[in-house]
């Protein structure tokens, strides 16, 4: 049993599992996040109990989630993972958004839970950019440039039919993955070459899955586009100052859009032609 | 927490000799031509629309309400009397909003005389 390590981005923590078969998997998910250097914390995942079933999470000694069925405690694992990331971040200005990039230009999708970003970013991967984030989209204030945050895209139930050519296998990691309460995708899994880099973003796309509803792509002022991304900003008020300025310079680099829909493929469409689209045009 | 946002809204008008200044906790920021206010005490963003953006520049403290329109109308070449309106209900709304504190006693320079119509700090003019 050995130590994984991981770095995301200001988040650098290792994880050592019991079971060889969860050690694998993880060491699949968090791919994009290893490193081969010293880490200050550790999670430790213990069991399945071969009595009960459960399993225990553990971060730096501290129990996290005690006799969980396994497929809880990788959920929760990856969640406090992200809280983790998103605490220990301060630097960057942290946006709730799913991010791909093209040619070097990302595309930034800022929304609420809920919104269909992850659905969409998925669809956009799938689409062939590469991907950024589902979750949070970390901008340097220096550079305005986006750094990736490549964890496993975490899909809803709600996606599991328009996305079902990318199931996961059942079979990969019982009983951690059985009855998932999200799939969890890598890059990878959804094509070839998938992983961004640095990026600048070039568009800002606030999505609002609407089902039934045709595609409607509106576009936003540098204003606008400055406000749904302030709305969309972690921790917004404790650098408010320094975030507003941020922000507004993205704004005014950017091109911003509002896009309603109910098709994922027609929203793909929709969001490639922009990104694809000379700047300057539309 | 996110912050909220609002425009401006409420207020009717604005007697012509006031004079506006920005609200203490009040950080302006220019985004393209237009300027969104955090307005820190309640952590509220406001959007202002490039007509607008450019009221917002001309209030300095010094230049009356009835001085800002004539600002605004040598800057786009209309009359004072088209804009003269739009702008004291503009002020009125950044006043009700808090975003903007009123006083009566304005520099004479700026009230009453009609003679300043120079642009206000970061206005171009021309351009609406």
Redesign the interface.
Known sequence: MSAMRFRALGHAFAVVADDPALAGYLARLLAPFAVDEPVPRAYTIAGPDPSRGTATLSYDGAVVLADATPPHVLATLLWHVNAEVLARTPDAVLLHAAAAELDGTAVVLPAVSGSGKTTLVAGLVRAGMRYLTDEAVAVDPHTLTIAPFAKPLSIDPGSFAVLADLEPAADEAPPWTAGPLQWHLTPDELGADRLAGPARPGVVVTPRYEAGAPVRLEPLTPGETLLVLADNTFAFHDARRRNLQVLAGVAERTRGYRLTGGDLDECVAAVLAICRAPVGAG | ???S?AAPAGGDAVAAGTVAVPAPGV?A????D???L?D?RS?V?H???PSAARVWAALDGRRSVAAVGRTMAVAHGVDVADVAQPVSALVAQLAAAGLVTLSEDAPAAGAGHGGDASPAPGETGGAA
């Open positions: 927490m996110t912050p946002r950080v920021v220019a985004v393209a237009e300027v969104v955090l820190e952590g963003l959007l202002l629309n």
